[in-house]
């Protein structure tokens, strides 16, 4: 079966503290992974996508996540978070050829000023 | 930037009734979905819809549940009978292409589904 996998439901980090969101996944052929972020009263909103190429991806505000293949992992970093990165943050994975995204559980993050 | 829009924001209805949940995705896009997030659970996926008509949908999609798109610019769920395990947010979503799930779905503000 597909799942997602989210190991850390709430993290607490400092100003300029570096991120690491471990995110799992476990999906037959091929998968392309994606992170989105919900921002306090806000949309879902797309951080980041992997659908092949070079396995680190860049996405907006300095988000960036490494798919190792190997480890069935696609984990989300940022090197150092602002307060305005208080949000949730969800993984997501999709098959090649279908629509249907699965999502994690997500992950709170709350950055302290 | 275009958004996808919902309303309401809030529904409130009696477990039975039937509700409908209004969605306007992005004006270019052919392809929407609905997902759900029920309280403290992930988001899931509902059905995705092409060319007025389902290409996919879950397990939970049963026939409680439906999606039109009536006009133009409105994408519906309907939900004929609510039961008190359908109290959730539910999300619309629109992608300009369905290109499997490589195509970015952008989404909703989501409303928020009360079954008393």
């Known amino acids: 079966a597909q799942s997602v996998s989210q190991h850390n439901h709430h993290v607490i980090l400092s100003e300029a503290a570096s991120l690491e969101l471990g995110c799992n996944y476990s999906y037959g052929g091929t998968v392309n992974l994606f992170w989105y972020v919900q921002y306090p009263g806000q949309h879902l909103q797309l951080l980041l996508k992997?659908?092949?190429?070079?396995?680190l991806v860049k996405g907006i505000k300095g988000f960036e996540a490494e798919f190792i293949k190997s480890k069935f992992s696609f984990n989300l970093r940022k090197p150092s978070v602002q307060w305005s990165d208080t949000a949730e943050y969800f993984c997501?994975?999709?098959?090649?050829?279908?629509?249907?995204?699965?999502f994690g559980t997500g992950t709170k993050l709350q950055v302290i000023p | 930037e275009p958004e996808v829009t919902q309303t309401p924001s809030h529904q409130v209805t009696q477990m039975g009734q039937e509700v409908i949940l209004r969605c306007v995705p992005i004006s270019n896009h052919l392809y929407f979905y609905w997902y759900r997030q029920i309280l403290g659970q992930k988001v899931e996926f509902l059905v995705s819809?092409?060319?007025?008509?389902?290409?996919?949908k879950s397990e939970i999609f049963d026939d409680q549940f439906s999606v039109e798109r009536p006009d133009g610019s409105n994408f519906t769920l309907k939900i004929r009978s609510t039961k008190l395990e359908d109290s959730a947010m539910y999300f619309c979503?629109?992608?300009?292409?369905?290109?499997?799930?490589?195509?970015?779905?952008?989404f909703g503000p989501g409303t928020r589904l009360t079954v008393l």
């Open positions: 979503a629109s992608s300009e292409r369905g290109e499997g799930s490589t195509d970015t779905q952008y």
């Open positions: 992997y659908f092949s190429g070079d396995p």
């Open positions: 997501a994975a999709g098959s090649r050829g279908y629509q249907k995204v699965t």
């Open positions: 819809f092409y060319n007025n008509e389902i290409s996919e």
